[in-house]
């Protein structure tokens, strides 16, 4: 969501800040804006609503030459998007804050501070921070003990980026809830949501801990818990390069991150299985002994994620022979719980920074679950470091905000998972063996599905003037269906339901006529012939059907039925393999619509506020 970039510098930070911002639009955002203290010691604000090009032809028009600032994409939460409610927000031109989260006590500070005389010019709750911040240091507090004193007032959600011209050589920052990094540079240093912000600047990073806060010049950093002690956080190098984000030859991020996918796949294998078996080693210490405790599995996860999670449920139960719940986020974090022993607790993120995802985690570690994994993308992210173990999917960065890489790399761990816990409990040698050897064939099987990708776009022409679409599945292609669906309806604005099609009959079938294109997925497994009665049932009243069939599967090309052939797979990996011509249709459907792929509207890569 909302993206925080904050530099104090021996040079002009204004270009960096802006690309800090670029870099970090794959988050979704409404506005943005940057506020510098410029030579001569005067707060210089400057905000737009819509895109940063809007914001940097500003600057063209007002440039900012300052050598520290801020700069913020917002994703509108409390109040309109719009010019007055983007950031930074200032009070009385002297101080300027930048804000993530969500400050859930922000109706009763604003009242008290309006009583003692300050003015309010946005409906946002990060105006009362600045204004706040600005009353402690007319109490004669420094800019360091304000916002200390400020956050402990605050109750919710923040991450916050402070510059004054009363100390024009310092950058203050505090996180409790969301996201924030160090950035450590030569004679300069950073802050942001993300490492992914400042990646063309520093690989050396710090990873503020809730609570902490935090003083930056151009010399040093100094950090403090939340009591005021000093503390030392480690520094962390990363390997990821400023070109990794770059969209190359691709259209849209999300088509090129499509085409990585055998990549991705092959990368969340590399180095973790041996000889026709998964190696426990790849899950951490802890997994060889934790492994042996565990019956019974609860996964938690939101959106994308969640429909991984509904795949593995039903891996877990017919090949590991043990109890898997699967459950969003935010509906398990709000409900009393009866947690059965030896229970693992795996939570799965693409960004490990999903607000939900992370409180439910910590809930867990409340309730005595036996043991947290985290299946994610980011080995420095929240969720990852407050784990017991981990897997990471390897998948690179993921830019589109619908996912696509992510979810199939996801898919890829939690099998390795299930056959790691399985092999406890009655799956034989053989069997691992056997599905091991799809997993590794599985890159040159997807490569085989993107070669659909013309035949697949020729599809997508006949679901250009639609308003609605039905996914239909069966067994674990199911949460496949879903995920087809939620693609659509992300990405193209077309209302795309999800249904079992044994549950036709039980409503969906009312919808049914001319204009509601019905799309399937149909692996040669042995539920096909129940789902070939089902799609007869479509047929029979007039639905027009787009079904993606094993080539194996005995199923005809008929008028109102259109076929597409997808290569024969054992049926574990089929969910996987099936994923990626429905990834292709939502993309091309889009590209027929006109809508911004890889930015939809009102939606946000990475949800860290509820």
Same mark, same amino acid.
């Given at each position: 969501?909302?993206?925080?970039?904050?530099?104090?510098?021996?040079?002009?930070?204004?270009?960096?800040?802006?690309?800090?911002?670029?870099?970090?639009?794959?988050?979704?955002?409404? %506005? =943005?804006?940057?506020?510098?203290?410029?030579?001569?010691?005067?707060?210089?604000?400057?905000?737009?609503?819509?895109?940063?090009?809007?914001?940097?032809?500003?600057?063209?028009?007002?440039? =900012?030459?300052?050598?520290?600032?801020?700069?913020?994409? /917002?994703?509108?939460?409390?109040?309109?998007?719009?010019?007055?409610?983007?950031?930074?927000?200032?009070?009385?031109?002297?101080?300027?804050?930048?804000?993530?989260?969500?400050?859930?006590?922000?109706?009763?500070?604003?009242?008290?501070?309006?009583?003692?005389?300050?003015?309010?010019?946005?409906?946002?709750?990060?105006?009362?921070?600045?204004?706040?911040?600005?009353?402690?240091?007319?109490?004669?507090?420094?800019?360091?003990?304000?916002?200390?004193?400020?956050?402990?007032?605050?109750?919710?959600?923040?991450?916050?980026?402070?510059?004054?011209?009363?100390?024009?050589?310092?950058?203050?920052?505090?996180?409790?809830? %969301?996201?924030?990094?160090?950035?450590?540079?030569?004679?300069?240093?950073?802050?942001?949501?993300?490492?992914?912000?400042?990646?063309?600047?520093?690989?050396?990073?710090?990873?503020?801990?809730?609570?902490?806060?935090?003083?930056?010049?151009?010399?040093?950093?100094?950090?403090?818990?939340?009591?005021?002690?000093? #503390?030392?956080?480690?520094?962390?190098?990363?390997?990821?390069?400023?070109?990794?984000?770059?969209?190359?030859?691709?259209?849209?991020?999300?088509?090129?991150?499509?085409?990585?996918?055998?990549?991705?796949?092959? $990368?969340?294998?590399?180095?973790?299985?041996?000889?026709?078996?998964?190696?426990?080693?790849?899950?951490?210490?802890?997994?060889?002994?934790?492994?042996?405790?565990?019956?019974? #599995?609860?996964?938690?996860?939101?959106?994308? %994620?969640?429909?991984?999670?509904?795949?593995?449920?039903?891996? !877990?139960?017919?090949?590991?022979?043990?109890?898997?719940?699967?459950?969003?986020?935010?509906?398990?974090?709000?409900?009393?719980?009866?947690?059965?022993?030896?229970?693992?607790?795996?939570?799965?993120?693409?960004?490990?920074?999903?607000?939900?995802?992370?409180?439910?985690?910590?809930?867990?570690?409340?309730?005595?679950?036996?043991?947290?994994?985290?299946?994610?993308?980011?080995?420095?992210?929240?969720? #990852?470091? *407050?784990?017991? %173990?981990?897997?990471?999917?390897?998948? *690179?960065?993921?830019?589109?905000?619908?996912?696509?890489?992510?979810?199939?790399?996801?898919?890829?761990?939690?099998?390795?998972?299930?056959?790691?816990?399985?092999?406890?409990?009655?799956?034989? /040698?053989?069997?691992?063996? !056997?599905?091991?050897?799809?997993?590794?064939?599985?890159?040159?099987?997807?490569?085989?599905?993107?070669?659909?990708?013309?035949?697949?776009?020729?599809?997508?022409?006949?679901?250009?003037?639609?308003?609605?679409?039905?996914?239909? *599945?069966?067994?674990?292609?199911?949460?496949?269906?879903?995920? *087809?669906?939620? $693609?659509?309806?992300?990405?193209?604005?077309?209302?795309?339901?999800?249904?079992?099609?044994?549950?036709?009959?039980?409503?969906?079938?009312?919808?049914?006529?001319?204009?509601?294109?019905?799309?399937?997925?149909?692996?040669?497994?042995?539920?096909?012939?129940?789902?070939?009665?089902?799609?007869?049932?479509?047929?029979?009243?007039?639905?027009?059907?787009?079904?993606?069939?094993?080539?194996?599967?005995?199923?005809?090309?008929?008028?109102?039925?259109?076929?597409?052939?997808?290569?024969?797979?054992?049926?574990?990996?089929?969910?996987?393999?099936?994923?990626?011509?429905?990834?292709?249709?939502?993309?091309?459907?889009?590209?027929?619509?006109?809508?911004?792929?890889?930015?939809?509207?009102?939606?946000?890569?990475?949800?860290?506020?509820?």
């Amino acid at each position: 969501m909302c993206g925080i970039v904050g530099a104090v510098s021996h040079r002009i930070v204004t270009p960096l800040l802006l690309e800090g911002l670029r870099r970090l639009e794959y988050r979704g955002y409404d %506005s =943005a804006g940057v506020a510098v203290l410029d030579p001569s010691g005067e707060l210089l604000r400057v905000r737009r609503k819509g895109k940063i090009r809007e914001l940097e032809a500003a600057l063209k028009e007002v440039p =900012a030459n300052g050598r520290i600032g801020i700069a913020h994409t /917002r994703w509108a939460t409390h109040g309109v998007p719009s010019e007055r409610n983007a950031h930074p927000h200032l009070c009385r031109e002297t101080l300027a804050v930048v804000h993530n989260g969500i400050i859930e006590n922000h109706e009763a500070l604003r009242l008290t501070l309006e009583e003692k005389g300050y003015a309010f010019e946005s409906e946002t709750d990060t105006e009362t921070i600045v204004h706040q911040i600005h009353e402690f240091l007319t109490n004669g507090d420094s800019l360091l003990e304000a916002v200390r004193h400020t956050c402990a007032v605050l109750e919710g959600a923040y991450a916050i980026g402070v510059i004054s011209t009363g100390d024009p050589h310092r950058l203050i920052t505090a996180r409790q809830g %969301s996201p924030l990094v160090i950035g450590l540079g030569e004679g300069e240093n950073f802050i942001a949501s993300d490492i992914f912000a400042l990646v063309g600047e520093t690989q050396r990073f710090v990873f503020l801990e809730d609570g902490d806060f935090a003083e930056l010049s151009t010399e040093k950093v100094r950090i403090f818990d939340q009591s005021g002690q000093p #503390v030392e956080r480690p520094v962390h190098e990363t390997g990821l390069s400023a070109d990794a984000v770059e969209r190359g030859h691709y259209r849209h991020y999300m088509q090129k991150e499509i085409h990585e996918q055998p990549v991705a796949i092959a $990368k969340t294998l590399e180095g973790r299985i041996r000889a026709g078996q998964v190696l426990e080693a790849a899950f951490g210490p802890l997994a060889s002994q934790t492994f042996n405790d565990i019956q019974a #599995v609860q996964i938690v996860a939101c959106g994308t %994620s969640y429909h991984a999670g509904m795949v593995a449920r039903y891996w !877990m139960e017919d090949l590991a022979g043990l109890a898997c719940q699967v459950e969003v986020a935010s509906e398990f974090r709000y409900r009393r719980h009866v947690v059965a022993p030896g229970t693992l607790f795996v939570t799965l993120s693409q960004s490990g920074e999903t607000a939900d995802t992370l409180a439910a985690l910590k809930e867990a570690k409340k309730l005595g679950y036996a043991h947290t994994l985290a299946i994610c993308n980011v080995p420095e992210s929240s969720i #990852v470091r *407050g784990s017991d %173990s981990c897997l990471m999917t390897r998948a *690179g960065q993921e830019i589109g905000v619908a996912s696509t890489k992510a979810f199939t790399t996801q898919l890829v761990a939690l099998l390795l998972l299930v056959l790691a816990l399985g092999r406890r409990h009655g799956l034989s /040698r053989e069997r691992e063996a !056997m599905i091991i050897a799809e997993l590794e064939s599985l890159p040159e099987q997807v490569k085989n599905v993107l070669r659909l990708e013309e035949e697949i776009r020729r599809w997508a022409e006949l679901f250009g003037d639609k308003e609605h679409a039905l996914y239909l *599945g069966r067994g674990p292609q199911y949460p496949v269906a879903m995920e *087809g669906a939620l $693609k659509l309806k992300e990405i193209s604005y077309i209302h795309a339901e999800a249904y079992p099609a044994g549950e036709l009959k039980h409503g969906p079938l009312a919808l049914i006529d001319d204009q509601m294109p019905v799309v399937a997925v149909a692996p040669n497994d042995e539920l096909l012939e129940k789902l070939k009665s089902n799609l007869q049932e479509v047929h029979a009243r007039g639905g027009e059907l787009y079904v993606f069939a094993d080539a194996g599967a005995p199923m005809d090309s008929v008028p109102g039925v259109n076929l597409l052939r997808v290569a024969e797979t054992d049926e574990v990996v089929a969910p996987i393999l099936y994923t990626v011509p429905l990834q292709l249709l939502a993309y091309h459907v889009a590209l027929i619509k006109g809508t911004d792929v890889d930015q939809p509207r009102n939606l946000a890569k990475s949800v860290t506020v509820e």
